[in-house]
T-cell receptor
Framework: AQSVTQLDSQVPVFEEAPVELRCNYS??????LFWYVQYPNQGLQLLLK????STLVKGINGFEAEFNKSQTSFHLRKPSVHISDTAEYFC?????WGQGGKLIFGQGTELSVKP | DADVTQTPRNRITKTGKRIMLECSQT?????MYWYRQDPGLGLRLIYY???????NKGEISDGYSVSRQAQAKFSLSLESAIPNQTALYFC???????????????FGPGTRLTVL
C-alpha cells in the first residue's frame, strides 16, 4: 500500500518570495508522482507529473518538483510566487502496475500568498 | 473542449434524504472515479469504475452506492444522507492506456454537499 504525507498544512508567503511545499511518500512498489492544484471553488488541475528520468520536473505556472528516491520525497518549488498562486496543493501517488490507476492523495497544503 | 461536468454544484439536504450526484464526461475515458474531500484529509476514494460492467469499492464506500449508466456517466448516491457526509465531492476520469498518461486523472469542478 502507498501513503502520502504533506508536511505543512498551511504555508503563508509574501508575493515574489520563493516557496517549497513538502511531500513525502511511502510505497513498496514503483509509483508515478503528481502535484495537483485546487484554486478556490474549482476542481483539481494537474501541475506536473513524474515517472522516471531527470529528477527535476517542470510543470505549469513556473512550478517545478524534485524527486528524491533515497528520501522518498517529491517537493514542489517555485522561485517567485504571485498572488494568483494562492490555492490548495495536493501531492499524489499512483502505483504503476495494478491498483486500477488509483491516486492516493496527501492531506493538502494551503498556500497563501500575501502582498 | 472535452470535459468532466458534475451536477448539481451545490446541494443542501436533510438527514435521511436520498441524494444523487451526477458526473458526465466527454473525454471518452473508460475509467471514472468518485472522491470526497474533507479539510485536512485530502481526497479519499469512494468508488471507481473501469467500464460499465466493472465497479469497485474504494477506501470509504460505506453509505454510498454508484451507477455507471454509460461510458460517459457515473452517478453517486447517498441512500440516506447523514451529517458526516457533508463534504466536497469530485468525479474524475482517466485513460491509463494513452501513451504518456502516467495514470493522470482529470477532475470535475466538484459538488458541495451539506447534510443538515
Amino acid at each position: 500500500a502507498q501513503s502520502v504525507t504533506q508536511l505543512d498544512s498551511q504555508v503563508p508567503v509574501f508575493e515574489e518570495a520563493p516557496v517549497e511545499l513538502r511531500c513525502n511518500y511511502s510505497s513498496s512498489v514503483s509509483v508515478y508522482l503528481f502535484w495537483y492544484v485546487q484554486y478556490p471553488n474549482q476542481g483539481l488541475q494537474l501541475l506536473l507529473k513524474y515517472l522516471s528520468g531527470s529528477t527535476l520536473v517542470k510543470g505549469i505556472n513556473g512550478f517545478e518538483a524534485e524527486f528524491n528516491k533515497s528520501q522518498t520525497s517529491f517537493h514542489l518549488r517555485k522561485p517567485s510566487v504571485h498572488i494568483s498562486d494562492t490555492a490548495e496543493y495536493f501531492c499524489a501517488v499512483s502505483e504503476i502496475w495494478g491498483q486500477g490507476g488509483k491516486l492516493i492523495f496527501g492531506q493538502g497544503t494551503e498556500l497563501s500568498v500575501k502582498p | 473542449d472535452a470535459d468532466v461536468t458534475q451536477t448539481p454544484r451545490n446541494r443542501i439536504t436533510k438527514t435521511g434524504k436520498r441524494i444523487m450526484l451526477e458526473c458526465s464526461q466527454t473525454k471518452g475515458h473508460d475509467r471514472m472515479y468518485w472522491y470526497r474531500q474533507d479539510p485536512g484529509l485530502g481526497l479519499r476514494l469512494i468508488y471507481y469504475s473501469f467500464d460499465v460492467k466493472d465497479i469497485n469499492k474504494g477506501e470509504i464506500s460505506d453509505g454510498y452506492s454508484v451507477s455507471r449508466q454509460a461510458q460517459a456517466k457515473f452517478s453517486l448516491s447517498l441512500e440516506s444522507a447523514i451529517p458526516n457526509q457533508t463534504a466536497l465531492y469530485f468525479c474524475a476520469t482517466s485513460d491509463p492506456t494513452r501513451a504518456g498518461s502516467y495514470n493522470e486523472q482529470f477532475f470535475g469542478p466538484g459538488t458541495r454537499l451539506t447534510v443538515l
